[in-house]
């Protein structure tokens, strides 16, 4: 069993905690859920503030515990209409018969049970409680009636009972109920990805070309980047569902189907627009560009006339674009590239660790087949070492086959496996 952790940061769970002897093992689940990336919220009934207090979820979640319906002060905050369209899932456990019962009734007399009716969010139950009351007809007969309100009712374990019984209605484990909420999402995530694409949702930012830092009005300083890796990348995602900006240097190439170019000349033009996309909100940087690293210090207002045997001018450094987008606390999943002309593999992984890069694509550039102006490419792909991925070595192929693979291995990343908690 694996878990997904692309898809949970940004997912928030409304854990509501009800009135049965389970609800110490509430406190241990949302320590789990917290594990996993979500953000957490507790609702309590006042039956379930009799046996755990809210002060314990309020440390364990990082946030205000709600317990009122009529509170003036919570409905100015997070009321119960904010908190049913903060949730992306609102799971009751332990769920009361209590609770139960007023859920298929639809009654809205507490903060719990106006949520329930409030939220647009799919509703877990997750039933706890003494053997006899689990087989009474009417908690099977309000379970039934929830089952058809689309509610989704997580089958107590069997066993023996904090009052001596032995049968079911135990609350499944904490770890366990945070492995199924979690697979749920995964799941979500993947019948998304199945449907529009293994980037879909994602905006993208791909910086393609060389750069130009002018000496004067006609000349400038630049290298042999094309730009062709980059584009290709950027239709890759664009065909993998993602929105994509382009932020491209001068070259000639046609712009992407479907893909905003932006162009620009210099470093730090392509600075400047690519911390305006942060802006925007980009979730994947992708660095093809090739940056200048230096630029002239004092750009000639007039053309320089020819004058001298020797000429000499002064170059200061171009800021380090990848390494100042890694470096701010927003930061999209970032790839680089490295193409060098010596020890690939060793430059790439220093500049891995040095950039803070969550994955390199590099390429030795001084082979005459791939790399700048060649059609087709070879490259190896490192990976930080949090994600526990392999290196891959993507052999000598096309550019728009090379970046169909370098997505599939952004994808990977980004779906990483971890054992359960
Ligand atoms: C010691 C004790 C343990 C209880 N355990 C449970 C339980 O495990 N499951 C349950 O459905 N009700 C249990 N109850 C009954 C509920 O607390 C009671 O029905 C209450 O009204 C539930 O309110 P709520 O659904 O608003 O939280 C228990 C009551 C007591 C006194």
Redesign the pocket.
Known sequence: MSFDLSVIPNKNIVLA??????AYKSAILVRRLKDVGFNVRVVM????Q??ITPLTFQALSGNPVHTELLNPEAEAGMGHIELARWADLLLVA???????A?FAAGLAD?L?STLYLATKSPVWVA????QQ?WAAKATQRNLNTLVQDGVHVIMPDAGSQ??GDVGL?RMPEPEDLARQVTEYFHKAQRAIAEKFGMLAGKHVVVTAGPTREAMDPVRYISNHSTGKMGFALAAACYAAGAKVTLIAGPVSLDTPNGVRRMNVSSAVQMLDISMQMLDEGCDIFIATAAVADYRVAEVAEHKIKKAGDDLNISLIKNPDIVATIAQQQKRPFMVGFAAETRNVEEYAAGKLVAKKLDMIACNDVSRADIGFASDENAMIVFFAEQYQMQKRDLEKASKQEIAQQLVEAIHDALHYEIEPV
């Open positions: 905690v009800t009135g049965g002897i389970a009934t006042q039956g379930a009799a046996f332990p769920a009361s018969c209590d609770t139960l007023k507490d719990l039933p706890a409680m003494n009351m904090a009052c209605g």
